[in-house]
């Protein structure tokens, strides 16, 4: 059990320096750059993005679907996209329009 539990916290350990390293990275880029789930929950988006958008980290941590900040007209291709993303398919990118949080749009190159 002692061995068992000392790889758990050596994986602990490893996935929180990936992570802080994930962060810093993004950070660095000057770009929106986030992670989603299949279903297009945000799972994780840098400061700029954060920024750009408008929003508080603690808004996004109570869960923010891409949906929600994409113009309507926009909503199945983008869940085309994830579908394609998903399946394994390389897809490149796409011309998306985002709104802010302030209901301003904002043009957006989304590259997967």
């Given at each position: 059990m002692?061995?068992?539990?000392?790889?758990?916290?050596?994986?602990?350990t490893m996935l929180d320096e990936n992570l802080d390293g994930h962060t810093q990275l993004a950070t660095l880029l000057h770009e929106i750059t986030f992670d989603l789930d299949p279903e297009g929950n945000f799972t994780f988006i840098d400061p700029c993005g954060l920024e750009i958008l408008g929003y508080s980290e603690e808004e996004f941590a109570k869960g923010v679907n891409l949906k929600c900040i994409l113009v309507q007209e926009q909503h199945d291709k983008v869940s085309r996209h994830i579908s394609d993303v998903l399946s394994g398919e390389r897809v490149g990118g796409g011309q998306y329009t985002m709104i802010r949080k302030d209901g301003t749009p904002i043009p957006l190159y989304l590259y997967c």
């Open positions: 002692k061995y068992l539990n000392g790889n758990i916290k050596k994986g602990r």
